[in-house]
C-alpha cells in the first residue's frame, strides 16, 4: 500500500515527501537524494509517454513503482507497490488535484508554494500512514472544511489582526499576481475512463 | 484577559510565519544557507518562548525546513510540546511536524504515549483524527503495543471518519505487533459490512493487504469477499477484492470455478478500464484459464494496440504475467512486441523486453539477439543500454543455455558487447564468458583463442580505465587463456601480452589474476620446448618473466604483491635449473594440475551436518544468569535472597543435553508465540547423486575453428542457417531413402512440414558441466523467505479459536454482560457475579444468546485531576428491538462518586446521550471522582431504558457492577533508567514481593502482559530480569523488580496500593 507523495515544481527545488515508513531509518540525506532522483527522472519524460516508471533501487525494489500526472508547471508523482490498481492511483491523482483547485479555489503553483502545511492537510483526509483513505471528493472537501472552521474559531478575536497584517504583506507581494491561475489545471486526461 | 490575549497576538504578527520564510527564501537565492540559517537561529529563540502560539509557529516553520532536507531532530520535544497543546490548531501542526520528522529511532516518541492515548480518546473527533493520522507514520512496536487496544476500540466509534481511519491504522498496528492480529480480527472482520462505504473500503483494503502476504490464512473470509463483490458498486473496493481473489485462487481450485463467472461478466461489462485489467489479472492468475484465456489476450491485444500509453504499457506487463504460465498464448502476439520494441517510450521498451525473454525459443534464439544487438547501438541512453546487455545475456543463458544451439555464435557474441563503452556489466559479460568456458567443454578451444585475441587488444577496451566497468572482462580472459592454456596456438604470445606495462594500471585483483596465469602459461611454455633439444625458447620465457614480474612486485595491491614475488622467485629458481639442463616442465606443470569444477551456490548450505554433531549445543556453557543479575538489582533491593553462584562450567553430557534440546523442542511447540519451523527445514535426506560422472562427450565439429580476428555474429547466423539446411537436406535423403525402402508400406509425404522445434539439432552436441554439489546435498530447492519481512510475522492462523492466553493487547477491560428479559430476570443477578469474580479478562468475544445488551467498560485515570476516573463504556444492543431513553446510574460510595451536572440529586441517573437500533454499538464516557486510590472498590449501578418494539414499549432495567480495580488507577508513565535508581535509592519506599506460580510464557511476553493490564512501563531489561515502572494518578511511584523466575519485587510509597496492585497482577496470571 505505501504511498509516497511528492509535489514538485519545476520552478524551484521546493517538494514534499509523506511520511514513508518504507525505511525503517531514513535520513534527510537518502529522501533528498530519492526526490532529485525522481524529479530528474519525471522531467525528462515527453508528455505522451505512459505515465509509470519501473521502480529502481533507490525508491524499494521491483515491486514499486513511479505514477505521476503532469500539470502545467507541476508533478504530481505517487510512488506505489504492486497492491495498488496504476490506474486507480491516476485517478486518485486527478482527485487530488481537483480537491486542491476547490480547497484553493483555483489552484495556482504559488498556492502550493506558500501553504504547504495545508496541502499536507488535504494529503492526509486522502492518503493515511501510505494506504488510501478516501477517494471520494466531496467527503474530503466537507472534512478539510471542518477543520478549518474549526481553527478558525479556535483563533476567534486574537487571529483577526494577524489575519489583517497577514493580508497586508500579501498585498505589497510583487510575486503573488493573481493571473498566474493554471488555467487548464483540472483538465481530464481524454482516455482515462473515469473511474467512478 | 482578552486585551491581554489580543495585545500578544499583536506582538506575534510580526514574527516570521510560515509564508514569510517561504518568500524570505525565494528572495535570497543568492545565499540561501546562510538566510536559512538566520531563519534557524530565530526559530530557536521562538522555541524558548512560553508561549505555545509562538513555539507552534516555529515548529510549523521546520516542518518545511525538514522537507528541504535540513535536519531539525534537534526540535523533536518541541514538537512533542505542540502536539500535546489542547488548541486543535497547533495539535495539527505538531502532528504534521511529527509525521515528517519522526522514525522509529526517534527517543522522544516514547514519551507521546499518554498524549496520543488522551487524543485518541478525546471528545472532538478531529483531535482523534490527528492523532490518528500522526500515528500511522511514525507508530513503533512499542507505541503499538500499548495503543493497540484504544485503537481496536475505536474501530467501533460512533463516527465513521474515525471508524474508517482506526481501521486503516490497525494494519500499522499490525506489522509492529504482530500479537494483535489474533484479537483484533474478528472486529476487522465485522468491519466489512459496515455500513459506511469509506469504512468497508478501508477493512477490506488493510485485509487484502493482509491476504496478499499470507493468502493461506484468509481463505475462510472468501464466501464473504465473493459477496461483497457481486454487490459492491465501488471500484476502488471491487478492484481490492479482485486482486484479493488473484491471491487466493492458485489456493483453491474450486474458488476459481466458482469466479469465472462474474469476472467474465465484469470483463464484458464494465467501461472502467482499471476495473478491466484487474479482472484480467486475477483470471491469469488462476487455473481456469482455458475458458477465459482467450477473451483475456484478446482484451489485453486491445489495451497493447491502443494509442494511450498508459494502457499498452500494462498490457504489456499482464502479458508478462501470462507469459509465466501460458507461454504459448502469449508467443502467437510476437509481431506486436517486437514492434513495441521500437517504441520511443523507455517504459514500454523495457516492457517490451521482459516479455522478449520468454518468448524465445532455439528456432528464433539467434534472430531475436540479432535485433538486440541493432538496438543496442541505436540505444543512446547508458541505463537503457545495459538493460538491453542484462536482458541478451538472460535471455541466452536461461535454463541452463536451453536455446543455444551454437556457442561460438555465443561467445562471439558476448566479445562484442564488449565493445560498448562505459557499461557497467563487464562483470556480467566476464562471469558468462567463464562460465561457457568452464561448463562447455567442446567450445574451449575456440574460447581459448577468443580470450587470447581480446588479451592481445586489450588497450582498445581499456581507452579510459578507472570508470570503465568493461576491463572486467580481462579478467575472465586472462583466466581462461591460463586455465586452458593447452589449447593456445602461440602461448607465448599470449604470455607477453599479459605481462605488458600497461597492465599495471588495471584494478589490482585483475592483476593478480594476469600474474597468476601468467605462471599457468609460463608452465605451458616449458611443456611444449621440453622435447626440444635447443632450450632457447624456454629460456626466453624465463627471461620475459623475469624481466617483466617486478613490476608487479612494487604493486600497491597486496594481492598481486604477493603472487608476484612468489612467483619471480619460483622462477628465478627454475631459471637455474634450465641453465643446468635439467628438465623442470613436469613438476612446473603439477603447480597447477587437476581442474576446476564449478561449484553451486547452494552447495555450502546442503553439506549435511554429520552424524553426532550438534550446532546448537555449547561448546562451553555461557556464563551462568546469576551473575549479572547479582550485582546490580541486589543493591536496589535489599530483600533479594541469596542466590547460589552455579559453578561456571558445568559438565553436562550427552543424556542432559539430548534432554535440555528435547524440552527446549517441547516447549516451542506448546508455545502459541513461537514460530514454527517452516516444514521444509524437516525435509528428508536424499541420496544426491555424484558428481564422478560428469558425461562429457567429444565431437568433431563440423564448423571451422579458426576465425581471424574478432568474428562477426552475424556470419554465425548465415552459417546456422546453412547447416540447418544442409542437416533438413540429409534428412530428408534419408527420409527419402527410408521412403523408398517402404514405399510399398506407406505413401505419405513429410518433406513440406515445417521445422519444428525438435528438428533442431546443436550444432555442436554440448554436455553442459553441472555444478558441483557436496556429495550427500539435501535436495531443497526453496527459497527461504526474508527473515527481516515484517510481514513474515503476520503469518498467523485466525481460525483457530482465540486461546485465552492470547487475549493479551486489552487493559483492564471487563464485560458486564447481561440479559435482562423479563423471563429470566431473577436469574441474572447470579449469572452476573460469576463473570465479575474472574472480571480481570476481556470477555468482549464472548457472546450469549438471549444477550440483549451487552457492555464493555474501561476505566481510565485523568491526569490533569488526581481524583478523577474516567470510565467509557461501549453499550451494544444484540437484541432486535429498538432501545431508547437509556439512563445510567450508580449507586455513590463514600469515596467514589458519579459526577452528576450541576443541581441534579446525588441519586440521580445520567442521561445517556444516544438512542441503539438492533445491533448497533456506541460508546458513552462517565467521569467519576475518587477520593481514596489505594483500594479497590465495586460500584453498583443499573441501567434503565425502554425497549420498543413494532406494537409495545416497555421499561426494562438492567444490573451491573463496576469494577474499579487499583490497575486502573495506575498510568503508563515511561521513566528513565537513571531516575529510577534515584527513586529506589531515596529510602521512602516500601518494599514488597510475590511470586508468580505456575506461568510459562516467555519473559516478553510476561512484561507485555504486565504492561497491558496493569498499565506498566518498562524501564530497563537486563537479561533475566526487568525494572518497571509505572505512576498512580494521585502521584504514587511503583516500581517493580521482575524476573525470570517469575518472582517480582516490588516498592511503592503506598503499601496498600502496592499490595492491591500485586494482588491483581497475580489474579491476571493465574488465569492463563
Known sequence: PFIKK?????????????????????????????IRETFHLVSKRDENVCNFLEGGLLIGGLDYKLIYRHYATLYFVFCVDSSESELGILDLIQVFVETLDKCFENVCELDLIFHVDKVHHILAEMVMGGMVLETNMNEIITQVDAQNKME????????????????????????????????????????????K | MALKIVKGSIDRMFDKN?????????????????????????????????????KANAVCKLTYLQMLGYDVSWAAFNIVEVMSSSKFTYKRIGYLAASQCFHESTDVIMLTTNQIRKDLSSPNQYDTGVALTGLSCFVTPDLARDLANDIMTLMSHTKPYIRKKAVLIMYKVFLKYPESLRPAFPRLKEKLEDPDPGVQSAAVNVICELARRNPKNYLSLAPLFFKLMTSSTNNWVLIKIIKLFGALTPLEPRLGKKLIEPLTNLIHSTSAMSLLYECVNTVIAGQYWESVGNLCV??????????????????????????????????????????????????????????????????????????????????EGTTYRDELLTKIIDICSQSNYQYITNFEWYISILVELTRLEGTRHGHLIASQMLDVAIRVKAIRAFAVAQMATLLDNAHLLTGNTQRNGICEVLYAAAWICGEFSEHLENPMQTLEAMLRPKVATLPGHIQAVYVQNAAKLFATVLKGEEGNTDGTAAQEASQLMIDRLPLFVQSANLEVQERASCILQLVKYIQKLQQKDVEVAEEVNALFAGELNPVAPKAQKKVPVPEGLDLDAWINEPPSESESEDEQPKAIFAKEEPKHSRPRHTEVDEKELARRREARKQEQANNPFYIKASPSSQKVYQEAPGVEHIPVVQIDLNVPLKVPGLPMSDQYVKMEEERRQKERAEKKKKEKKKRKEKRSGRGKKHDSAPESEEDITPAHMVDIVTEEMPENALPSDDDERDPTDPHKALDIDLDKPLADSEKLPVRSHRAAESQKSPTDGETENATLQEPKKKSSKEKREKKKDKERDRKVYDIQGNLQDGSQVV????????????????????????????????????????????QLPPGVSNEARFVFTVQSIVMPQKLKGTLTFIVKNEDDSTHEKLDFKLHFTCTSYLITTPCYSDAFAKLLESGDLKSSSIRLEGVNMPFHHLLARICFHHHFSVVERIDSCASMYSRSIQGHHVCLLVKTTVSIDAKCDEPTLLGNVLDEIKQTFSQC
Do not use: W
Not at chain 2, 446510574?889 to 445520567?910: A, F, I, M, T, W
Open chain 1, 6 to 34: 511528492q509535489t514538485k515544481l519545476k520552478t524551484r527545488n521546493y517538494c514534499s515527501f509523506l511520511n514513508v515508513s518504507l525505511y525503517s531509518v531514513q535520513n534527510e540525506d537518502t529522501e533528498q537524494q530519492i
Open chain 2, 871 to 914: 470510565v467509557s463504556v461501549i453499550f451494544e444492543n444484540k437484541c432486535n428491538s429498538f432501545l431508547k431513553s437509556m439512563e445510567f446510574n450508580v449507586l455513590d460510595s463514600l469515596n467514589s462518586k458519579l459526577q452528576r451536572p450541576e443541581g441534579s440529586g446525588p441519586h440521580d441517573g445520567l442521561v445517556v446521550p444516544f
Open chain 2, 298 to 379: 484478446q482484451k489485453l491485444r486491445i489495451l497493447i494496440e491502443d494509442s494511450d500509453q498508459n494502457l499498452k504499457y500494462l498490457g504489456l506487463l499482464a502479458m508478462s504475467k501470462i507469459l509465466k504460465t501460458h507461454p504459448k498464448s502469449v508467443q502467437s502476439h510476437k509481431d506486436l512486441i517486437l514492434q513495441c520494441l521500437d517504441d520511443k517510450d523507455e517504459s514500454i521498451r523495457l516492457r517490451a523486453l521482459d516479455l522478449l525473454y520468454g518468448m524465445v525459443s532455439k528456432k528464433n534464439l539467434m534472430e531475436i539477439v540479432k535485433k538486440l544487438m541493432l538496438h543496442v547501438d541505436k540505444a
Open chain 2, 18 to 54: 510560515l509564508q514569510d520564510l517561504v518568500r524570505g527564501i525565494r528572495n535570497h537565492k543568492e545565499d540561501e544557507a546562510k538566510y536559512i540559517s538566520t531563519c534557524i537561529d530565530e526559530i530557536k529563540q521562538e522555541l524558548k518562548q512560553d508561549n505555545i502560539a509562538v
Open chain 1, 152 to 195: 478558525k474559531s479556535e483563533a476567534g478575536i486574537a487571529g483577526a489582526p494577524a489575519r489583517a497584517v497577514s493580508a497586508v504583506k500579501n498585498m505589497n507581494l510583487p510575486e503573488m499576481p493573481k493571473n498566474i491561475n493554471i488555467g487548464d489545471i483540472s483538465i481530464k486526461v481524454p482516455n482515462l475512463p473515469s473511474f
